[in-house]
């Protein structure tokens, strides 16, 4: 149970004392210079993202495009393939028949 009051204690709530307001406030960097810099980078930045997802978002529109290309055309393959197969059987059927 030691453990738990030793953890009790250590997160308990302490008082910080007067200095810390001001200790924090001098850690901060000026508000007019940092935010203006870090802006002029923002703009190209987001403008460079954007333009990349759109160029990722039209080619993978691209490939999906092809695949559904691709699907549809297997997809008459295999009905193509089918009927023709379905004709042979047929004609082997019939010609079966007619040699009893």
Do not use: C
Not at 4 to 17: K, T, V
Not at 72 to 82: D, G, M, N
């Amino acid at each position: 149970m030691d453990l738990e009051r030793q953890l009790r204690d250590s997160l308990a709530a302490r008082d910080p004392g007067a200095e810390f307001e001001s200790a924090v406030l001098a850690r901060l960097p000026e508000r007019g210079a940092a935010p203006a810099r870090r802006d002029r980078r923002r703009w190209p930045m987001a403008l460079a993202a954007t333009v990349l997802a759109a160029a990722f978002g039209l080619h993978w529109y691209g490939v999906q495009q092809r695949s559904a290309s691709a699907h549809r055309q297997l997809l008459l393959a295999l009905q193509i393939t089918s009927y023709e197969l379905d004709q042979v059987q047929q004609k082997l059927v019939s010609n079966g028949t007619q040699e009893d």
